[in-house]
């Protein structure tokens, strides 16, 4: 092709095979800078994003943050880990109004039982009722599809006092020490 456009005319060919001046190639680094500097609605959503609005208790429990409207609560890797095989799912009475800290339900297995605390205070909006036939759901997926419940944040200063995924993975490295 370039030799059809060299015969037409010389000047036009000779544009042609030499890079274009504004489509310059910029480095990796460049490219992220200028990546991050596209809104936020033009970059889209990764897991990633939603792994950093997960918040976590001490007692094993985890809140999802991205929506203080109908936040999803549950219990941790580590603690579905710890129960063992999951054999009953005691779930919140939706409407129900409770405080940072109450006992919103309970979840036994064939080793122990234990309470679910609520980390925040608020109104429980929707319950995980797969798990009223499927209690096992929490072991396959805790911190996906194991959800229990959904709460409206009331205060949501309170999700300030509660763990990141780096701190609550040092939290239970130090648990496993002891």
């Not at 809104?39 to 959503?45: K, M, S, V």
């Not at 007692?59 to 580590?78: C, F, L, M, R, V």
């Not at 603690?79 to 339900?105: M, N, W």
Request: charged share 25%; net charge negative; with cysteine.
């Amino acid at each position: 092709m370039s030799a059809a456009i060299a015969g037409s005319g010389g000047a036009l060919a000779k544009v042609l095979q030499r890079p274009a001046q504004g489509l310059a190639r910029c480095s990796h680094q460049q490219y992220l800078r200028l990546r991050a500097q596209r809104p936020a609605h033009a970059r889209g959503l990764t897991a990633g994003t939603r792994a950093l609005q997960k918040k976590y208790t001490e007692d094993h429990e985890w809140i999802d943050t991205s929506n203080p409207e109908s936040a999803a609560i549950g219990i941790s890797s580590y603690a579905a880990k710890a129960l063992g095989d999951v054999v009953y799912v005691e779930l919140p009475t939706i409407g129900t109004s409770v405080s940072k800290g109450d006992a919103i339900g309970a979840v036994e297995s064939v080793k122990s039982a234990s309470d679910i605390m609520t980390p925040v205070s608020g109104e429980i909006l929707e319950v995980n009722s797969v798990l009223e036939d499927t209690p096992g759901t929490i072991n396959k997926s805790p911190e996906g599809e194991g959800w229990l419940a959904r709460i409206k944040v009331e205060n949501v200063s309170e999700l300030e006092g509660l763990m990141d995924e780096g701190a609550y993975k040092a939290f239970t490295e130090e648990v496993a020490e002891k």
